[in-house]
Protein backbone atom coordinates (compact mmCIF):
# COMPACT_ATOMS: atom_id res chain seq x y z
CA UNK A 1 0.00 0.00 0.00
CA UNK A 2 1.59 3.63 -1.37
CA UNK A 3 1.95 6.09 1.21
CA UNK A 4 -1.16 8.22 0.02
CA UNK A 5 -3.46 5.22 0.66
CA UNK A 6 -2.16 4.56 3.89
CA UNK A 7 -2.62 8.62 5.19
CA UNK A 8 -6.08 8.30 3.91
CA UNK A 9 -7.37 4.85 5.16
CA UNK A 10 -5.65 5.96 8.89
CA UNK A 11 -7.49 9.52 8.91
CA UNK A 12 -10.90 7.87 6.55
CA UNK A 13 -13.06 7.44 9.72
CA UNK A 14 -12.29 11.02 11.26
CA UNK A 15 -12.63 12.75 8.60
CA UNK A 16 -15.91 11.25 7.45
CA UNK A 17 -16.94 12.06 11.34
CA UNK A 18 -16.27 15.79 10.89
CA UNK A 19 -17.85 15.99 7.61
CA UNK A 20 -20.57 14.40 8.50
CA UNK A 21 -21.22 17.06 11.42
CA UNK A 22 -20.88 19.47 9.03
CA UNK A 23 -23.00 18.45 5.96
CA UNK A 24 -25.13 15.42 7.33
CA UNK A 25 -24.69 12.08 6.50
CA UNK A 26 -25.62 12.49 3.15
CA UNK A 27 -23.02 14.60 1.63
CA UNK A 28 -20.18 13.36 4.35
CA UNK A 29 -18.68 10.81 1.79
CA UNK A 30 -19.18 13.40 -0.93
CA UNK A 31 -17.20 16.01 1.00
CA UNK A 32 -14.17 13.47 1.49
CA UNK A 33 -13.87 12.62 -1.30
CA UNK A 34 -13.77 15.82 -3.17
CA UNK A 35 -11.53 17.01 -0.74
CA UNK A 36 -9.35 14.01 -0.77
CA UNK A 37 -9.53 13.83 -4.87
CA UNK A 38 -7.97 17.42 -4.55
CA UNK A 39 -5.63 16.48 -2.61
CA UNK A 40 -4.06 13.50 -4.26
CA UNK A 41 -4.13 15.93 -7.78
CA UNK A 42 -1.66 18.24 -6.08
CA UNK A 43 2.11 17.52 -6.73
CA UNK A 44 3.39 14.76 -3.61
CA UNK A 45 -0.07 14.09 -3.02
CA UNK A 46 -0.48 13.18 0.87
CA UNK A 47 2.81 12.13 1.18
CA UNK A 48 4.13 15.67 0.14
CA UNK A 49 1.99 17.39 3.48
CA UNK A 50 4.41 17.58 6.71
CA UNK A 51 1.07 15.73 8.76
CA UNK A 52 -1.78 15.54 6.43
CA UNK A 53 -4.21 15.56 9.00
CA UNK A 54 -4.83 19.56 10.03
CA UNK A 55 -4.52 20.17 6.25
CA UNK A 56 -7.40 17.74 5.42
CA UNK A 57 -9.55 19.01 8.37
CA UNK A 58 -9.34 22.61 7.55
CA UNK A 59 -10.13 21.33 3.79
CA UNK A 60 -13.16 19.42 4.70
CA UNK A 61 -14.24 22.56 6.99
CA UNK A 62 -13.85 24.72 3.51
CA UNK A 63 -15.55 22.37 1.60
CA UNK A 64 -18.49 22.65 3.62
CA UNK A 65 -18.74 25.94 4.03
CA UNK A 66 -18.68 25.70 0.18
CA UNK A 67 -21.93 23.60 0.32
CA UNK A 68 -23.55 25.34 2.90
CA UNK A 69 -23.26 28.39 0.82
CA UNK A 70 -25.08 27.23 -1.92
CA UNK A 71 -27.39 25.30 -0.22
CA UNK A 72 -28.15 28.67 1.64
CA UNK A 73 -28.94 30.15 -2.24
CA UNK A 74 -30.90 27.61 -2.58
CA UNK A 75 -32.95 27.71 0.32
CA UNK A 76 -34.34 23.95 0.20
CA UNK A 77 -35.91 23.15 3.05
CA UNK A 78 -37.69 20.11 3.63
CA UNK A 79 -41.24 19.41 4.97
CA UNK A 80 -41.49 17.33 8.07
CA UNK A 81 -43.90 14.81 8.01
CA UNK A 82 -46.67 14.35 10.04
CA UNK A 83 -47.41 11.96 13.10
CA UNK A 84 -43.69 12.07 14.30
CA UNK A 85 -42.75 11.65 17.79
CA UNK A 86 -42.16 14.68 20.68
CA UNK A 87 -38.84 12.90 21.25
CA UNK A 88 -38.06 12.60 16.78
CA UNK A 89 -39.31 15.51 16.82
CA UNK A 90 -37.07 17.24 19.35
CA UNK A 91 -34.35 15.83 17.61
CA UNK A 92 -34.55 16.92 14.73
CA UNK A 93 -35.20 20.20 16.05
CA UNK A 94 -31.87 19.99 17.19
CA UNK A 95 -30.13 18.91 14.41
CA UNK A 96 -31.62 21.15 12.29
CA UNK A 97 -30.95 24.54 14.72
CA UNK A 98 -26.89 22.88 14.92
CA UNK A 99 -26.96 22.57 11.02
CA UNK A 100 -28.13 25.96 10.43
CA UNK A 101 -24.47 27.19 12.16
CA UNK A 102 -22.15 28.32 10.26
CA UNK A 103 -20.17 25.46 9.62
CA UNK A 104 -16.52 27.00 11.16
CA UNK A 105 -19.05 27.31 14.19
CA UNK A 106 -20.48 23.93 13.90
CA UNK A 107 -16.67 22.38 13.17
CA UNK A 108 -15.45 24.28 16.45
CA UNK A 109 -18.50 22.55 18.83
CA UNK A 110 -18.06 19.12 16.72
CA UNK A 111 -14.59 18.82 17.94
CA UNK A 112 -14.63 20.46 21.05
CA UNK A 113 -18.02 19.14 22.51
CA UNK A 114 -18.22 15.42 20.72
CA UNK A 115 -14.71 14.84 19.97
CA UNK A 116 -13.13 16.41 23.26
CA UNK A 117 -10.65 18.50 21.90
CA UNK A 118 -9.01 21.42 24.35
CA UNK A 119 -9.38 24.99 22.08
CA UNK A 120 -5.98 24.50 21.44
CA UNK A 121 -5.97 21.19 19.80
CA UNK A 122 -8.95 22.21 17.41
CA UNK A 123 -7.37 25.55 16.64
CA UNK A 124 -4.12 23.64 15.43
CA UNK A 125 -6.67 20.87 13.30
CA UNK A 126 -8.75 24.10 11.96
CA UNK A 127 -5.42 26.33 11.22
CA UNK A 128 -6.55 29.41 13.31
CA UNK A 129 -5.47 30.46 17.00
CA UNK A 130 -7.18 28.83 20.15
CA UNK A 131 -8.99 32.13 21.04
CA UNK A 132 -10.22 31.87 17.57
CA UNK A 133 -11.92 28.54 18.67
CA UNK A 134 -14.12 30.08 21.60
CA UNK A 135 -14.53 32.89 19.98
CA UNK A 136 -16.75 30.41 17.81
CA UNK A 137 -17.81 28.67 20.54
CA UNK A 138 -18.95 31.56 22.23
CA UNK A 139 -21.35 32.77 18.76
CA UNK A 140 -22.19 29.32 18.26
CA UNK A 141 -23.83 28.85 21.96
CA UNK A 142 -25.28 32.49 21.55
CA UNK A 143 -26.58 31.16 17.75
CA UNK A 144 -28.14 27.94 19.40
CA UNK A 145 -29.56 29.58 22.50
CA UNK A 146 -31.27 32.22 20.54
CA UNK A 147 -32.77 29.71 17.81
CA UNK A 148 -33.60 27.38 20.52
CA UNK A 149 -35.65 30.68 22.43
CA UNK A 150 -37.31 31.21 19.11
CA UNK A 151 -38.61 27.98 18.65
CA UNK A 152 -40.84 27.80 22.31
Given at each position: M???A??Y??LR????R????LV???E?????A?V???????????S????P??Y??KAI?N????????????DN??V??E??????D??DQ??????????R??A?????HW?????VS??????C?P??V????H?????????I???D
Amino acid sequence: MDSDAKAYQELRFELTRLATALVGPSEAEDVVADVVVRVLERPGGLSGLKDPRPYLVKAIINEARSRFRQRKRIDNRSVRSEGDSPQADYRDQLVEVVSQLPPRQRAATFLVHWEGHTSVSAAELMGCRPATVRRYLHLAHHKLKEMIDERD
